[in-house]
């Protein structure tokens, strides 16, 4: 997407009383959950060009390691990248028949760009760039990277988001769940590689 602004997707209205954007790093391991959340809005000091409207950001990404996720700030929202481990993407195809759109085929070009039209939802495998917002109301979903039963999900929960706003869920791909009230996935922003370990985030003109 290179316009200035991000045209409003039209399943999915803002409701900016009920915006919780949060900023988190989350570190998972096999037995949890390490995690630091702060206010988003306060969060950055974005540079002139990433204020500017349509502004792409590059992002180092060389020191995120398997498990963790990393939060920046694009047009305003917060765009999580995730380092996906072995076992988290071997999950993905198994979520296929729970999920409500697994290959993505009924979102806008805008909102799942054709590079992310697989069973990861990125262009690396274990990779994940996603915006945090939830598409029903705008609330930011909650990391549940640990996999099991916990409170609010199912037994047999395979690692994801909680949305807590209307319970939400989505997979480690960013795929909701049939049955909930977000109506789509999460949005992958345009994207792409400069290197191994640097991304471009809100342009993909050669993606």
Known sequence: MTQASMPAHPSAPLDKDKRNWMVATAVVGGAGVAAVAVPFVSSFEPSEKARAAG??????????????????????????????????????????????????LRNLPEWTPAYARNENRSIKP??????????????????????????????????GWLCPCHGSTFDMAGRVYKNKPSPDNLQVPPHMYLSDTRLLIGDDKKA
Do not use: Y
């Not at 305003?76 to 290959?103: C, F, H, S, Y």
């Not at 917002?133 to 690692?159: A, E, N, R, V, Y």
């Open 55 to 104: 502004a792409a950001i590059e992002v180092d990404i060389s020191g995120v390691k398997p498990g963790e996720k990393i939060t920046v700030e694009w047009r305003g929202k917060p765009v999580w990248i995730v380092k996906r481990t072995p076992e988290q993407l071997a999950m993905l195809p198994k979520n296929d028949p729970l999920l409500a759109d697994p290959k993505s």
């Open 126 to 159: 274990e990779t994940l760039v996603v915006v945090g917002i939830c598409p029903h109301l705008g609330c930011s979903p909650s990391d549940k990277f640990q996999m099991g039963p916990q409170p609010s999900l199912p037994d047999s929960w395979d690692g």
